[in-house]
């Protein structure tokens, strides 16, 4: 059974929306039949709501399709009514034109409804839906982000495979920027379908492949255009982490007194202090990164990774866990350490207001790289792992 995710808001994981705008649905506002797009584990439809924005915003046709298992959300989504909190990311412009105050609260404009069409589907257990509008009836782009982060390989595997299934031979899938495809699932992909993996205006896709072996290539624009520059990247101005949240004093505490555990060489307290905040705080990536140290330091190496791909998972630009998750997994699985390095590098190479920085872990500087050192260090990394490549 597939999970829903709670943690969704507007212009989430905004690069690879912005791809699709740029990419996509610039270029299909001169197509006479409408892109389909189905987002499947869209929770509350904040996303399927986001790339309706931007179609409009561009003037393209679109059909867009929200699917998730729980029932509840899907009515959530379907009422188009939100909170302040969801709209957190959200440019002022977006605000102002597709919103309306109501009950406390902010609610859709009905035209932007009329372009989303919701409905309770389970990915893994049901018949994979098709789109209305599109004669072929498959789907030009799937997106799949962040729900493919609670199965394990084989779940994952099965999913992916009935995405490439319902994709037009243009078209390809979209997972969330922690849930790269490794070799794990590669291996039970073998048997299903063949896949291959392409970067996209920084985003990695995934697409039908004739070959078995996965690929990591640079592709062009399946739909070529010219880059509007009317069309700028303006929601990282108002992005604010998780990690830089608010913290009660209490909470403080706890982290204050689990890092001078660690700092002392007492790892199994300092993971037990660490997981008692867990508790109340599920949602803090700094708490699974802390939590990774500690099990990287016990060897504990496969819970380490998921600790991290955790953290990436709530703060996809938190640039440490990104360059600890590439370092465990470079010997073992090559492609999703090339993954995790371009995270950390994305982040890293960022405007200096808008990096992520380590003001939140200054007692963790002996186990964590300064940002200066971690800019070199990633270039390193991914040259070492390009020219491995090359010499085989």
Not at 74 to 95: C, D, F, T, V, W
Not at 125 to 153: F, K, Q, V
Not at 356 to 366: G, N, R, W
Request: hydrophobic share 40%; proline share 4%; with cysteine.
């Amino acid at each position: 059974m597939t999970h829903s995710n709670p943690h969704t808001y507007f212009f989430r994981e905004v690069d690879a929306l912005y791809m699709l705008r740029d990419n996509i649905l610039l270029s299909a506002a001169n197509i006479e039949r409408p892109i389909s797009i189905w987002c499947a584990g869209c929770a509350s439809g904040e996303e399927p709501y986001t790339i309706a924005m931007l179609a409009k915003e561009v003037g393209a046709k679109v059909e867009i399709l929200g699917t998730d298992i729980n029932t509840s959300v899907i009515n959530h989504a379907k009422s188009g009514h939100y909170r302040e909190n969801s709209l957190r990311h959200m440019p002022p412009q977006y605000k102002r034109l597709w919103f309306s105050q109501k009950n406390g609260g902010f609610e859709i404009n009905s035209n932007l409804k009329q372009i989303v069409t919701f409905s309770v589907h389970d990915f893994l257990t049901s018949n994979l839906p098709r789109p209305r509008l599109n004669i072929s009836g498959i789907w030009d782009i799937i997106l799949c982000r962040n729900a493919l982060i609670y199965h394990e390989a084989p779940e994952v595997a099965h999913a992916v495979a009935g995405f490439i299934s319902m994709l037009n031979s243009d078209g390809f899938l979209v997972l969330g920027a922690c849930e790269w495809l490794d070799s794990r699932v590669f291996i039970h992909l073998h048997s299903l379908c063949a896949v291959e993996a392409f970067e996209q205006q920084g985003t990695l896709c995934y697409r039908a492949s004739d070959e078995s072996k996965p690929l990591l290539i640079n592709s062009a624009p399946l739909i070529s255009t010219t880059k509007n520059k009317s069309l700028t990247k303006n929601t990282t101005a108002n992005h604010q982490p998780i990690i830089t949240s608010q913290k009660n004093n209490k909470s403080n505490s706890k982290r204050r007194r689990g890092d001078m555990l660690l700092d002392e060489g007492k790892v199994n307290e300092a993971l037990e202090a660490y997981n008692e905040i867990l508790v109340h705080e599920d949602l803090a990536a700094d708490i699974h990164l802390r939590i990774a140290l500690c099990l990287l330091l016990l060897n504990t190496l496969e819970e380490a990774r998921k600790a991290l791909r955790r953290s990436l998972f709530l703060e996809p630009e938190l640039w440490p866990a990104a360059i600890l998750l590439g370092d465990i997994v470079t010997s073992t699985d090559p492609i999703l350490a090339v993954q995790s390095y371009k995270q950390a590098a994305t982040a890293l190479n960022k405007n200096p207001e808008k990096i992520f920085t380590l003001k939140d872990y200054e007692s963790l500087t002996p186990f964590l790289m300064p940002q200066h050192a971690a800019i070199e260090a990633v270039n390193l990394r991914l040259n070492n792992l390009s020219n491995h490549a090359t010499r085989r």
